[in-house]
């Protein structure tokens, strides 16, 4: 059984920083694309950032580059999300999502493009 499980929400500050970590089991990590999408109320789940298996390539939207990094340990079957110079308009449920399964690259991604999801932990930014 596939389980994905995020950490690493919270409350924080404008300006602050932030690390989400998502584990997963259930399934060989290192071949694994891994994917973080967030939403808000009343909107769609909106792709974040995702990256390969080996790591070496990393995909983001492009209204995010620059202030989010993701990164995975493959000894740790974990797939990170920093959040850097955090806005009030980061504050969202983000989800972990693994097993990309759209054509092409995982740039842009759908969340119906992955086959598995977390329970979604919480970010506030506080002003």
């Known amino acids: 059984q596939v389980q994905l499980v995020e950490s690493g929400g919270g409350l924080v500050q404008v300006g602050g920083s932030l690390r989400l970590s998502c584990a997963l089991s259930?399934?060989?990590?290192?071949?694994?694309?891994m994917g973080w999408f967030r939403q808000t109320p009343g909107k769609e789940r909106e792709f974040v950032a995702a990256?390969?298996?080996?790591?070496?390539?990393?995909y983001y939207k492009d209204s995010q580059k620059g202030r989010f990094t993701i990164s995975r340990d493959n000894a740790k079957n974990t797939v990170y999300l920093q959040i850097n110079s955090l806005k009030p308009e980061d504050t969202a449920v983000y989800y972990c999502?693994?097993?990309?399964?759209?054509?092409?690259?995982?740039?842009?991604?759908?969340?119906?493009?992955?086959?598995?999801w977390g329970q979604g932990t919480q970010v506030t930014v506080s002003s």
């Open positions: 999502a693994a097993d990309f399964q759209g054509r092409g690259t995982p740039a842009q991604a759908k969340p119906s493009e992955f086959a598995y």
């Open positions: 259930g399934r060989t990590f290192g071949s694994t694309v």
């Open positions: 990256i390969r298996g080996s790591g070496f390539s990393t």
